[in-house]
């Protein structure tokens, strides 16, 4: 027998190209029998790596690629699908195209110039057309003979592709991915095979589901192949494809159609490669869904908008089934199977969490998507106020700290009703951009706020994804607080700050894990004290001396944070106490108990502390001018009080604590080093400068940069420049001494420059007038 190094594949190219001329001019059943030999002859030796003898390159310089793409065209004619008589024939012919491009970019290159894996995906577009519509929950039905023409298809296209980019270029045009991902959900639907095993069919059963497991395994690896590419903005999918892949979601949970299978006694091998081929899809599917919703606008768009087909019979929005799956998918009873060791079975249910995990986070950016806000909020619905979505949410929060609060409940609640309180607390979060959406989630009839204030949710044990979604969804909601007198009295109802300020959060031993969790409990610190005096009084003041106040704890925070988000929103945090405790009118009788808790208030905030953390936000905030102008009301109010106003003066002039950002060639772990953490800086008159420009080191600094309001990062607005004036004027009714004059020869020169500049350059600007009329009454009160 000769060996295979010796075979000289070159006659049989040349027979097949003799027969494709031969069969143009005369289509016979005989002809395409000497194809289907020849070519399942050169399929077999193409298999074959390695050789002496190259004969894949050898054959991929000759007409080879541009028969076999010829010869697949005459064999199709001018059907989409091959008759049964054409099928071994073309069945060997892409055996031959996919065994001669396997690692090979030669060739790959030579079967792309002639349009063959193009025609391949002609070949399965055809089958895809198939599909009904809206398709069967049962898998497509096709014969052995088509199984393993959509299979060896696939692979034709595995092999071209990977690792090669001008196929993949090619196909990715042609959406290759959308129309694989829809044959294989049809032929191949997750957990299918348990409904066709049966011990009278069972040499057909193996081969057919070997076949269409096969499809599935091949379909993922080639959409794997094209979304492995340099060019990583390149889309290989659209939201197109949703329906086929959501909709098996749906098998993962109860109630299965069996569980236990015949198969894992008559053959083990096949039960363990059809369960994990199940396995594989959900996998896969949630790779997809996730990633796409994360980087892709128009998927998230559709993903809120699309349907798909569980049954035959009612479309079903595809979020409404994603959303099924993580609360109803479980783990397979097929994996308790005696096949299968504690060690797979576990892997296998870590997996299965993670799906669930990617799913939450394609949920909720599908929900962070502005768009979306009129398809996913419904106001049409009377009964469920917000729509289906919300309510289950809604139901999702509640149904978590019922099942903790239930006598019966276990003492630690499943990992999936964490994720459920996650997923909705995060999806309504994102979601609430409007004061009456607020409102609903506070009303009946939902009355979220004694479930969102339960200690479940801020107990020391509490997942910190959990307190992240609740307090992310708390800080969203407080925001309207100004504009719905309902947020606010609701959270009072339920003591929010109380729970808030004794939950911990603000501890110094949550700083390592939970920046994003303090700062979103101070954001509703910060929107609750600015809507109303009662969560202002609960902040200031302590509940029991077990606990200090909430206050207390945030200016903590302020100091040993090097946290920028957390000092500016922290001290933002006072300067709402601030405005609250002085705008708030007071009440009449002298008695009365609230007064006097106001005044306790007031007492606890006239500190050097508050008064330095409020010109350090000024100081820092160069780049800022909300946050500087609401520094300045602050300290303004401040020294309205006689002991307010000498405070204010001491803390002009405290050096600011800022972050020195590490040199250029600063590594990461010198630039976290303590030599180059938070530092406080001296005030060497114009001696440090940030791009070029001066950098205050103090209040003072800033104040007189704003006056002046040249060589700033930023341009400061007149109201914020006459509010300054109006400080300075504020400042000296309770201050004196050698500091206040020290605060007079610094902002007088800079009065008389603003006021000379703006006569010697009128430029008709809007607030022009009041600024010259309030530096003019300053200058007049320091200088009579």
Same mark, same amino acid.
């Given at each position: ?13 040349? +027979? ?16 395409w ?5 020849i ?14 003898v ?34 071994? !024939?073309?069945?060997?012919?892409l ?55 959509? $299979? ?5 296209l ?21 129309t ?12 299918? =095979? ?15 589901w ?9 379909? =993922?690896?080639?959409v ?5 590419v ?31 299978s ?20 959900l ?5 997809i ?15 809120? $908008? ?70 996913? =909020? ?23 700290v ?7 409940? !276990? ?5 999936s009703? @964490?994720?459920?309180a ?5 999806? &309504? ?15 009946k ?33 407080? +925001? ?7 947020? %606010? ?16 959060? =603000? ?25 109303? &005096? ?7 003041? %302590? ?13 903590a925070?302020?100091?040993?944070? @090097? ?9 933002r ?8 405790l ?37 100081? $820092? ?24 106003? !000498? ?13 020195? %950002? ?37 209040a ?8 002046r ?31 206040? @004059? ?9 009065? $008389? ?32």
């Open positions: 027998m000769a060996s295979e190094a010796s075979i000289d594949l070159i006659p049989l190219e040349r +027979q097949l190209q003799q027969l494709t001329a031969s069969i143009r001019t005369k289509d016979e059943d005989e002809s029998t000497t194809v289907t030999s070519s399942q002859e050169l399929a077999n030796h193409l298999r074959v790596r390695n050789s002496p190259d004969k894949h390159t050898i054959l991929g310089k000759t007409e080879l690629p541009q028969t076999l793409t010829s010869l697949l065209s005459l064999g199709l004619r001018d059907s989409h699908l091959p008759g049964e008589t054409r099928t071994a !024939p073309i069945l060997e012919l055996r031959v195209g996919a065994n001669l491009c396997m690692d090979h970019d030669e060739n790959r290159a030579a079967l792309l110039e002639v349009g063959f894996p193009q025609s391949v995906m002609s070949l399965l577009e055809g089958y895809a057309e198939t599909i009904p519509s809206p398709p069967d929950a049962t898998s497509l039905p096709l014969s052995i003979p088509h199984l393993k023409i959509v $299979r060896t298809s696939i692979g034709v595995l092999n071209a592709s990977i690792g090669y980019d001008p196929v993949k270029f090619r196909l990715i045009s042609l959406e290759a991915a959308l694989i991902i829809k044959l294989s959900s049809t032929i191949y639907p997750p957990t299918s =095979w348990i409904l066709h095993q049966t011990e009278s069919l069972k040499e057909e059963f193996a081969e057919e070997t076949l269409r497991s096969g499809i599935s395994n091949w379909a =993922w690896r080639t794997s192949a094209l979304k492995d340099q060019d990583e903005t390149l889309q290989i999918t659209n939201s197109d494809i949703l329906p086929w892949i959501t909709s098996p979601l749906l098998k993962f949970c109860p109630p299965y159609a069996s569980e236990s015949i198969l894992s006694d008559s053959d083990p091998d096949l039960f363990d490669n059809l369960v994990q081929t199940d396995f594989d899809f996998e896969e599917s949630c790779t869904i996730e990633s796409l919703s994360l980087d892709i606008e128009d998927f998230r768009l559709e993903l809120a $908008r699309a349907t798909c087909y569980p049954t035959s019979t009612k479309a079903t929005p595809c979020l409404s089934t994603i959303l099924d799956f993580i609360e109803y998918g479980s783990y397979s009873p097929l994996w308790k199977n005696p096949i299968f060791d504690d060690a797979e079975i576990k892997k296998r249910e870590k997996a299965f969490d993670i799906c669930k995990a990617a799913l939450i986070k394609a949920v909720v950016e599908v929900f962070a998507e502005e768009k979306n806000e009129e398809i996913l =909020w419904n106001d049409s619905d009377s009964e469920h106020p917000g729509g289906i979505f919300v309510n289950r949410f809604v139901q999702w929060i509640k149904g978590y019922e099942a903790q609060e239930a006598k019966s409940a !276990p003492k630690i609640i499943t990992n009703r @964490d994720d459920m996650i997923c909705a607390s995060l999806s &309504l979060g994102n979601l609430i951009r409007k004061a009456p959406h607020a409102t609903v989630l506070l009303s009839p939902y009355s979220l706020a004694p479930f969102l204030s339960s200690i479940h949710f801020f107990s020391s044990s509490t997942d910190i994804k959990l307190k992240h979604g609740i307090l992310g969804l708390l800080k969203h909601l407080s +925001q309207f607080s100004k504009l719905s007198s309902v947020i %606010p009295n609701s959270l009072a109802e339920v003591a929010i700050i109380d729970r808030i300020s004794t939950s911990g959060i =603000w501890d110094e031993k949550s700083d390592a894990m939970a920046d994003v969790i303090q700062l979103s409990a101070i954001g509703v610190a910060k929107h609750m004290c600015n809507a109303s &005096l009662d969560h202002t009084i609960a902040l200031v003041l %302590p509940t029991d001396q077990t606990h200090p106040s909430g206050l207390v704890q945030i200016l925070l302020i100091k040993r944070s @090097d946290s920028v988000s957390i000092r500016s929103e922290g001290s945090v006072l300067v709402n106490v601030v405005k609250s002085w705008f708030t009118e007071r009440p009449t009788g002298a008695s009365d108990e609230r007064q006097k808790k106001r005044d306790q208030c007031v007492a606890s905030v006239l500190t050097p502390e508050c008064a330095n953390t409020l010109t350090a936000l000024i100081g $820092r905030s160069n780049k800022y001018p909300i946050l500087v102008n609401e520094g300045i009301v602050a300290i303004s109010l401040l020294s309205t009080h006689k002991l307010g106003g !000498p405070l204010v003066l001491d803390a002009l002039t405290v050096p600011v604590k800022t972050l020195v %950002p590490p040199p250029p060639s600063t590594s990461l772990d010198e630039a976290l080093s303590p030599t180059n953490g938070a530092v406080t800086t001296p005030s060497p008159e114009g001696s440090s400068r940030d791009a070029g420009l001066p950098v205050p080191q103090h003072l600094d800033m104040l007189v940069y704003v006056l309001n040249v060589d700033n990062p930023v341009n400061f607005p007149f109201e914020v420049r006459v509010n300054a004036c109006t400080f300075f004027l504020q400042l000296q009714r309770h201050a004196t001494g050698a500091s206040l @004059d020290h605060v007079r020869e610094t902002v007088l020169p800079v009065l $008389r420059q603003i006021i000379q500049e703006i006569k010697e350059y009128p430029e008709g600007v809007d607030g022009e007038e009041k600024l010259v009329k309030a530096a003019n009454l300053l200058i007049d009160s320091w200088t009579r």
